[in-house]
């Protein structure tokens, strides 16, 4: 058997396998949106601190800071962007003073196809919800659900299970 090292393309082949394989492990970039908006979505609440994925770009991540205060009460981005795998949100009830976080693994519950999609978090009370929108007509069949102003779109809840019994706001 000849040694690696008399056949150097086959350790620049190997070694460019290697690369490209540990490319494909990190997410995927997807044309697709992520959004909140506690100031019409859930007056009672105040939005501590939210991380969508990695955090990478301004819009998918926020906390409290002593230069700035409150992270925004609402953000939206869309484009190319990394597919998250978890969302992270800590937010305090202001009538109580109360503060919940939540860690939801995305992974288990978002579909394979996300191009365009929208993800879309609601902080009410101690429950977090999390909804995915398709910007398509929302079929007769389906209650309205999620945030309000997207009531005439395809609205999946993917986070509780168990969706509310009325759209929020």
């Not at 009531?151 to 929020?168: D, F, L, R, S």
Request: net charge positive.
């Amino acid at each position: 058997m000849k040694s690696l090292v008399r056949r150097p393309w086959m350790v620049l082949w190997l070694a460019g396998a290697l690369a490209m394989s540990g490319c494909a492990l990190g997410p995927r970039m997807v044309d697709h949106a992520f959004e909140f908006d506690a100031r019409n979505d859930s007056p009672g609440v105040e939005i501590l601190a939210f991380r969508y994925g990695a955090g990478d770009y301004l819009a998918t991540h926020g906390e409290v800071t002593a230069q700035y205060g409150l992270p925004p009460q609402y953000t939206g981005i869309n484009g190319p962007m990394r597919l998250g795998d978890t969302l992270y949100v800590k937010w305090r009830l202001k009538a109580t003073g109360q503060q919940f976080e939540e860690t939801v693994d995305l992974k288990a519950v978002l579909p394979r196809e996300m191009e365009r999609q929208r993800i879309h978090f609601v902080a009410q009370d101690r429950t977090l919800f999390v909804y995915l929108i398709d910007p398509v007509p929302r079929p007769a069949d389906w209650r309205a659900i999620g945030p309000r102003k997207y009531q005439y779109e395809k609205v999946t809840q993917i986070h509780p299970a168990t969706p509310p019994t009325a759209p929020h706001r």
